[in-house]
């Protein structure tokens, strides 16, 4: 209840927000750069390097307003653990010192749990949409009443998608690489003349936290708590830079899907993708988990506070019981772990152990999606 409560509290105005700088044509400025007045320049270009706000597809119209309606999922009952991992309970030390956000680091104990091996499928999500006639956020109408100053042909569903320009951009701008593409929803990851044919085995994109949650409890799962993501992350190794290792291609290799290049205008894709890539391309860490670290973005229960870790339950943590972020007040996010294929160390740092990532309750793009846990 609290949820609702927040998102009819502060989120319309924010959507509407980002929908008429949208139409408006007006690019919005460095979020996550606000801080520079005293910074060095080596800080400030990690400052800009971390681009929390930018990494997911900042500055797309967000649809809280269709969440109220949201469409009632049944459980199907199902308690298989096929395509599964036994995750051991533990403690841990949970964070980074390199993120305000992700600090301090702090020991934890969490409980063990079943977790999915991968990501999410579109040949999964497509079942339970089988099952249930699920329709995403993506694919819902937009009530003009949220949006009273963007003219009613221009509210049209859709979703963000990474659209790399041909040249050099400022990476203030994040509207330079994202747009809002009338149409884009799962079905049609890149717009309406894209299938998900022959992608039964890419991870399940542009869905909501509403879509993964709806998904999960259909599942007879959950989504995971942070703790839990991380722990599973680490794979029993402890906290080093990366989830895999402390060095960033082990053996001259890449073991992420991540991205290679001059962001976002020059895709090397050394890994072998320039976007997402069917999941289990990558070795498995310790636990039998594959792709934590990049390819999409994935969803965790808990809702996203900068200063959650100064005071969070040493066991089970499950996040804050509200929502802030100094970006954007008034908007209600979540966490989401582990970065996607667009991620380097020149431009959303965030794939690196211990970071965190946020999202908008409602918005999903073309690099976020999600896995789901079982209690044990
Ligand atoms: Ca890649
Ligand atoms: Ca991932």
């Known amino acids: 209840m609290k949820h609702l409560k927040l998102w009819k509290a502060g989120n319309n105005r924010v959507c509407r927000c ?74 841990f030390q949970m964070g980074s010192d390199e993120f305000p956000d992700s600090r301090p680091l702090h020991t934890v104990k969490v409980d063990g749990f079943w977790m999915d091996k991968h990501e999410v499928t579109n040949a999964e999500f497509a079942r339970f949409v ?71 085995n890419l991870p399940v994109v542009h869905v909501s936290y509403e879509d993964a949650a709806a998904y999960a409890k259909w599942a007879g ?28 291609k082990p053996g001259g290799k890449w073991i992420a899907n991540i991205y290679q290049g001059n962001f976002p205008n020059q895709n090397a894709k050394e890994d072998g993708f320039a976007g997402i890539a069917p999941v289990q391309s990558f070795p498995a860490n310790p636990y039998g988990l594959y792709d934590m670290d990049g390819n999409v973005w994935e969803w965790c229960q808990d809702l996203y506070r900068p200063d959650y870790y100064r005071n969070s339950p040493k066991e089970n943590p499950k996040g804050p019981a509200d929502s802030f972020d100094p970006d954007e007040p008034g908007a209600v996010k979540y966490v989401q772990r582990g970065g996607s294929f667009l991620c380097s160390d020149q431009y959303c740092i965030r794939y690196k152990a211990g970071s965190r990532g946020k999202g908008e309750v409602s918005s999903g793009s073309d690099n976020l999606g999600f896995r789901c846990v079982r209690n044990q």
């Open 18 to 91: 980002f929908l008429q700088l949208l139409f408006c044509g007006i690019f919005l400025a460095a979020f996550a750069g606000c801080n520079s007045q005293n910074q060095s320049a080596e800080e400030a270009a990690k400052a800009k390097a971390d681009s929390a706000a930018h990494c997911v597809a900042k500055g797309m119209p967000s649809r809280s307003g269709a969440i109220r309606k949201a469409a009632l999922v049944t459980a199907s009952g199902a308690t298989g653990t096929d395509d599964m991992v036994l995750i051991p309970g533990g403690t």
């Open 130 to 200: 089988a099952a249930t006639n699920y329709v995403t956020v993506a694919e819902r109408p937009l009530n003009p009443k949220d949006y009273p100053d963007v003219p009613a042909d221009k509210l049209v569903p859709g979703s963000a998608v990474f659209t790399p320009p041909n040249q050099q951009v400022s990476l203030e701008n994040p509207l330079a690489w994202w747009q809002y593409v009338a149409g884009a929803s799962w079905k049609h990851p890149s717009g309406t003349q894209s299938t998900i044919q022959g992608r039964e």
């Open 221 to 248: 799962k959950r989504l995971p708590t942070e703790a839990e993501w991380e722990f599973a992350a680490q794979g029993g190794k402890g906290n080093r830079k990366y989830y895999w290792g402390d060095e960033l």
